[in-house]
């Protein structure tokens, strides 16, 4: 018996919209999507202040990562710089978002060094070093590229060369997306915001 073409039309129209229902509710990022998400092994680190800083508490938050180093003369000021934008733009939303530099440079990079750097840009933001160890373990867990230069002169004694890519947990402590240097601050934003739904 054959269906009236009435309802094999109102079928199609259906199925069409659960389609694009469904795309519609897929998160669209605009960093490098980490496909699948990555999970990321608990490390703990000596924040700014002395106390530990464990990845695993703050499950529930989004969590920005950058590895650098207080002496950096470009890309390191560079990005706190837009991340305290990206902080002002999110509003309260900025509640639910841990940003987290990372040292390269541990032997000039202290605690009391890292507590004024990053209070110049934000005082919720988080200057975070370790013991070689304990960074070194961190280091690979993201593949990050780091080398002291000492052939180029500087003021500052010598530079490190480092990865200068921000990298983005979601809540559930999943490594979701990789935002290059210079990446604009919307797209930052948009990306956090999509995390945080």
Same mark, same amino acid.
């Given at each position: 018996m054959r269906r009236p073409i009435g309802r094999v039309l109102m079928g199609i129209v259906w199925l069409a919209w659960v389609l694009m229902a469904c795309q @519609?509710?897929?998160? @669209? %990022?605009?960093? *490098?999507?980490? +496909?699948? /998400?990555? @999970?990321?092994?608990? %490390? &703990?680190? *000596?924040d700014q202040r002395g106390q530990p800083f464990r990845l695993s508490d703050q499950r529930g938050r989004v969590v920005l990562l950058f590895f650098g180093y207080t002496f950096c003369p470009d890309v390191c000021p560079t990005t706190l710089g837009t991340w305290t934008r990206v902080y002002d733009a999110l509003g309260k939303d900025a509640e639910r978002v841990r940003f987290a530099f990372i040292t390269v440079d541990p032997e000039r990079d202290t605690v009391e060094r890292l507590r004024q750097h990053v209070q110049n840009f934000n005082s919720d933001f988080? =200057?975070? *070093? =370790? !013991?070689?160890? $304990? #960074? +070194?373990?961190?280091? $690979?867990?993201? &593949?990050v590229y780091h080398e002291k230069d000492t052939a180029t002169e500087s003021a500052a004694g010598y530079l490190v060369n480092h !990865? /200068? &890519? !921000?990298?983005? #947990?979601?809540?559930? =402590? $999943?490594?979701?997306?990789l935002h290059s240097f210079g990446t604009p601050i919307d797209d930052i934003v948009h990306d956090i915001e999509q995390l945080l739904r």
């Open positions: @519609s509710a897929r998160p @669209s %990022f605009r960093g *490098t999507v980490l +496909e699948p /998400a990555r @999970s990321v092994p608990d %490390f &703990s680190l *000596t988080y =200057g975070l *070093t =370790g !013991t070689p160890d $304990q #960074l +070194e373990s961190v280091y $690979q867990i993201f &593949s !990865t /200068a &890519s !921000t990298f983005v #947990l979601d809540p559930a =402590g $999943q490594w979701r997306l």
